[in-house]
């Protein structure tokens, strides 16, 4: 099984409520329904451990993949075509980082 984690930061155009309403409202549901995902998570930041510092991410997106190959197939879709274009009017510069567990 592969992790996906995703680390980003909205866009300053971005509104924050818009984008949480999008995301619980339209991301969320649609990527946890894809066959290739068991598991979809939107986690906001809240401080860094120990720290009075800011987090560098705002958001952190993580995305169980059962199938990388029926992962790709489900991305290509006309539906997640329409959420990765959504996203990416929120998202800043996201980083997609490919993980397996040791």
Do not use: C, H, R
């Not at 329904?33 to 930041?45: A, I, M, N, R, T």
């Amino acid at each position: 099984m592969t992790t996906i984690v995703v680390l980003f930061n909205l866009k300053a155009s971005a509104d924050v409520s818009a984008y949480q309403d999008w995301a619980k409202q339209i991301d969320i549901p649609t990527a946890s329904g894809l066959p290739s995902v068991d598991v979809f998570e939107v986690l906001k930041s809240e401080g860094l451990l120990m720290s009075e510092g800011k987090p560098p991410y705002q958001y952190i997106e993580i995305l169980k993949v059962n199938d990388m190959e029926q992962f790709g197939k489900d991305a290509g879709s006309e539906v997640m075509q329409k959420v990765a274009a959504q996203f990416q009017e929120f998202a800043d510069n996201p980083l997609f980082i490919m993980t397996s567990k040791l």
